[in-house]
């Protein structure tokens, strides 16, 4: 059985998986603690309220904060967090060279010590729920990727909202497609110019299998690395983001795809939805156009490898030949 999934590509098996996880079965395990993996790019202000979200944490067990710095023009200083760093146990891990957020997080992985992983983007304000809730997830349940939701802010703004960050201001509650996004997807035809409800039309991504594809999006495209835990011996296994998307974009749905391929299931978790830092409320297609389309092809070209089981010694291996551009 297992040689016959190998031979599958991943592609193929997104076919064959369905993401009924009201199936799964509860199985309480021992509290067990946390990394928490942040790559951060010339994004040294918005950094500080991530780390000021982590400390007021209503979480009363042991937690690290890895910060993969990559190679950003003013290089992250553990001084000017020590607010934080006095209040959590902070790391930072600096690159020497633009890597970008793929190898970036893996190298955080490689750094961390604990068996949930718990990736935010460096913009990510959480609530004080937020770690609580993802471990008790993976305290129940085993063979899932928890997803969180997101609400764009902006960063002017942050010291004057007194509210909770908003699940249906996400793209996977609603989202209407306007016909400009025609030019990143030209084999899509009736799927323009209407809004969705992805969460609804999907019982909250349970009806989401099969390959089943809704507007643009397919099921992997819910695993939005910006705020996700899956527990490590998952994450080894699946190999880790691939190192070979040289940008942000299409990295965290390529990871989704082996996730899926290896009979993970994706559960959205609306009570942890966080704010999202802009500096200004755009179009991401429109801004990142070039890195999209390149991305993209990359993803397409991608899935249609084979299923490879990855182990601790691979992923070290993997990681290693980019040893000398960190430390």
Known sequence: MAMATLNQTIKEKLYKVDNDYSKLINKKSVSFKCSIIIPCHNQNEKLKFCLESLAKQNFSEA????????????????????????????????????????????????????????????????PENYIKTQVN?????????TVGMREKLLTSSIKKIKTKA???????????????????HLNEKNIFARKYNLLKETDNFKQFGFGKKIGVWSLQDMVVSSSIAIKKK?????????????????????FGAKLLANNIKIIPVKSITA?????KIDNDYITNKIIIKNNKKLYNKLIEERIKIGTKKSFIKSINKYAKYYK
């Open 234 to 254: 998952h994450f080894l296994r699946a190999r880790g983001f691939d190192i070979r998307f040289p940008k942000a974009w299409y990295e965290d749905i390529h």
């Open 63 to 126: 937690f690290e904060i890895i910060v993969a710095d990559d190679n950003s023009k003013i290089p992250l200083d553990i001084n000017d967090y020590k607010d934080y760093a006095n209040k959590v146990k902070l790391k930072i891990v600096r690159l020497k060279k633009n890597l970008g957020a793929a190898t970036a997080r893996n190298i955080g992985v490689l750094h961390s010590k604990h068996n949930l992983l718990i990736f935010l983007d460096a913009d990510m304000v959480i």
């Open 166 to 184: 908003n699940y249906k201001k996400d793209f996977r509650y609603e989202k209407f497609i306007p016909r400009s996004w025609k030019a990143f």
């Open 137 to 145: 997830y993976h305290k129940n349940y085993d063979n899932i990727v």
């Open 275 to 279: 704010y999202h830092l802009v500096d």
